[in-house]
Every structure is written in C-alpha cells, then in structure tokens.
C-alpha cells in the first residue's frame, strides 16, 4: 500500500469534528480503556497517530473507525482531552466523504448549511410534486379509492423507484469501500495478497447480523446505548419491510393487527430512540453525545419528522379526518424523500451500510493469505509438465 503522506491532514479532519489530535501524546491509555480494540484492530491510539503523521492511505483503506461504537470511555478517560471517541466519528464521516464517488457527501460534511439548504430544496420540491399530483387527479378530502389524493399504488411505484435511486447512488460507494480495505491489496497491480473465495461466501453472513442485531454495541462497557440502538434499527428495517412489501395491508381501510402491529411497535420504538437521542445531546448526558456535529441533528430531526408525521397521518386517516391526513402526508414524505434520497447515499444513515460492511470486510482481512508469486506459478507449471 502507498504511504503517501498529507500534512494537511489533521487541519482537514477538524472540519469534519476532529479538533483535539495534536493533544495526543500517544500514551494508549484509550487503547487500554476499549472493550472493542483486538490485537489486530488496535484502535483508537493507532488512527490518532496515523492522523498526526497524515498517514491518509492508511486510513483510507482502514476498518478501525467503524469498530468502534463510540461508547466515549476513551474520551472521559483521556489524560490530554484529544477525545479519540469524537475523532474515530470524525474518522467515519470523513471516510464516508472518501468512498462517496459524487462528492457530495465531502461538501454536506465541511459545509453543513449546503446540506441544511438541499434538505429544504428537496423537501419543498416534494410538497409541490404531490401537492401538484394530489390536486390534479384527485380529492384532498379522499384518501382511499379511485379519487384518493395519493394513490397507494402509485405510492408504492415511487418508493421502489427511490429505493433504486438510493442503491444506484450507494453500490458504488459500497465498491470503493471494499476497493480501498480489501480489494486492492488483493486485486490491485501490487496484488501481495488474496483472499479465498470460500472466505467471502462463510462469512457473508455478518452483514446482515450485525446489520440488524448491532451485536459488537452490546460489547461495550454500558448496555443502555446498545439496546437503544437496537430498538433503532429493529424499528427501521421493520418499517422499512411494511413499506416495501405491505404498504396495501397498512392502506387498507380496516386494521389488519397482523400487520399494524409491528408498525405500531415500529413507530414506538423510532420515536423513542429518537426523542432519547435528541434529549442525550441537548444535555450531554452521555459521553458520546458531548460533541455534536450538525449532520448528526440533521439526522435526528429528519428522523423525528417522519416518525411522528407517519403517525399522525395513520391517526388522522382512522379518526375519519381524510383532508388533514393527506397534509399530513405530504409532510411525511417532506421528510422521507430528503431521508432516504440526500441522507442515506451521502451522510450519517450511509453508516447503516458501511459498519456492518465493515464487521464483514475486516473478517475478510483476517483471511487474507499472500498470493502466489508468477516465478512459483510459472514452476508450478513445469513441474506439472515435466512430470
Ligand atoms: S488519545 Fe489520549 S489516551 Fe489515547 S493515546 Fe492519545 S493521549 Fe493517550
Ligand atoms: S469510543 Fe468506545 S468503542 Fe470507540 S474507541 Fe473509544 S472506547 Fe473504543
């Protein structure tokens, strides 16, 4: 691997929420403190020295900062206050600013009002798009039938075509990513080194573990944190599935508690992960919400907007109230089209895919064994022809 160096480096991470490096003095302390740091991932000491020696490829193509969970022990235990907790978060959106391909994702990061303005801009875009729909072939006061505001069916037609949208923008960040940690060192012109292809089907698996169960969290000192994280993403994926493959059964007109149940629980448990999340920051309560960074409330009030507007709209719509329940509706996908199209692809929601990619790659990585070089090849072959 290159070991190009960057002076700038450290300058360019404080942008990105990293501004207490140079205090490091390399004591390991925080490595001592991590329950997640391994021997081969020896983290957080390492990438803060890699940071002071501009180490960028290093860190390119490095899988420490989504090891870590920022539970924020190395943080409060830290003797120079560089706050290697903030730094391996500020390591994860600079990283993802480095596998997004279209460079938006660097310009929301260091310039947290252009992605404030692109949220509003989408989001009023898409009021007036369905607003635009809605009154054009429809009735406001409708919100099933043939004359409904916003059909269900074309509803659903757009959410697939915006969760196409949004794996177009991401598989190709997802290919960088693996490029950067394991692909070049394994398919790259220098190829040193492979990894068997029995190894990538075994453990293709810890994606989707530990992209639903967040299992490496509840390793960590204090169990609170995971659990809310768990109840966060148990709730996404549930509400994400009842849009994709439910959304008639949750139109219908009468409940069917088969299905409305999980979309209650759903939304119980995003309003509250959520709502815990906003207050941790507003009081800085825990340790890893000291510090944030604006995309991080971005996040969260995108979030809180789509979950309670999500249940006023079922509410409004059950209590007969069809005209404020289509308002309530537009608001929604106000929310959810600025969500999935500007936040998942190019900010924070992006980590949904790129931590448990990297539990995957960095199993991956353990795998690894030295290529065969072309002499042993080449001999190999005339053995055979000899013999
Ligand atoms: S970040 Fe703090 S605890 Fe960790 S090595 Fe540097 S000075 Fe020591
Ligand atoms: S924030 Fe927690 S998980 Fe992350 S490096 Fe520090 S101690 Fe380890």
């Known amino acids: 691997m290159s070991t190009r160096v960057n002076p700038e480096l450290v300058e360019e991470l404080s942008a990105y929420g990293a501004e207490d490096v140079q205090k490091c003095f390399n004591c390991g302390n925080c490595t001592a403190t991590c329950s997640l740091a391994e021997e081969h991932e020896n983290f957080p000491r390492r990438s803060m020295r890699a940071l002071q020696l501009g180490m960028e490829d290093r860190l390119k193509g490095g899988l420490e900062p989504w090891l870590c969970y920022y539970c924020g022990e190395c943080s409060t235990l830290c003797p120079r206050g560089a706050q290697p907790g903030e730094t391996m978060m500020s390591l994860r959106r600079w990283l993802t600013s480095r596998y997004d391909f279209t460079g938006i994702s660097r310009l929301f990061y260091r310039r947290p009002r252009v992605e404030v303005v692109s949220v509003i801009v989408v989001a009023l875009l898409t009021a007036l798009g369905f607003s635009l729909f809605g009154f054009l072939r429809g009735n406001i006061h409708e919100y099933n039938g043939a004359n409904s505001f916003l059909p269900a069916a074309t509803i659903h037609i757009f959410d697939w075509s915006l969760a196409g949208v949004l794996l177009a923008l991401l598989i190709p960040n997802i290919f960088r990513m693996w490029w950067f940690t394991v692909g070049r060192e394994t398919m790259g012109r220098s190829r040193a080194m492979r990894v068997p292809a029995a190894a990538y089907l075994r453990s293709v698996y810890l994606f989707p573990l530990h992209f639903i169960t967040q ?15 768990l109840a966060l993403m148990l709730s996404y994926v549930t509400m994400l599935v009842l849009i994709m493959f439910f959304l008639k059964y949750m139109w219908a007109a009468t409940i069917d508690w088969r299905v409305h149940v999980f979309g209650y629980l759903a939304s119980a448990g995003l309003i509250f992960a959520t ?113």
């Open 215 to 229: 299992k490496r969290y509840a390793q960590c000192e204090r169990r609170r944190p995971w659990l809310v994280h």
């Open 275 to 387: 709502v815990w999340a906003i207050i941790g920051r507003l009081k800085k309560m825990e340790a890893q919400h000291q510090h944030s960074h604006e995309s991080d409330w971005i996040f969260l009030i995108l979030l809180l907007v789509v979950a309670l507007t999500g249940v006023a709209q079922h509410v409004l719509h059950r209590s007969g109230a069809d005209a404020a329940a289509n308002v309530a509706y537009v608001v929604h996908l106000m929310g959810v089209v600025p969500m999935l199209g500007l936040e998942v692809p190019f900010s924070k929601w992006s980590h949904m895919a790129y931590r448990p990619l990297a539990m995957y790659f960095a199993t991956l990585r353990k795998h690894m064994v030295p290529a065969p070089i072309p002499e042993q090849v080449a001999g190999g072959m005339q053995t055979e022809l000899v013999s």
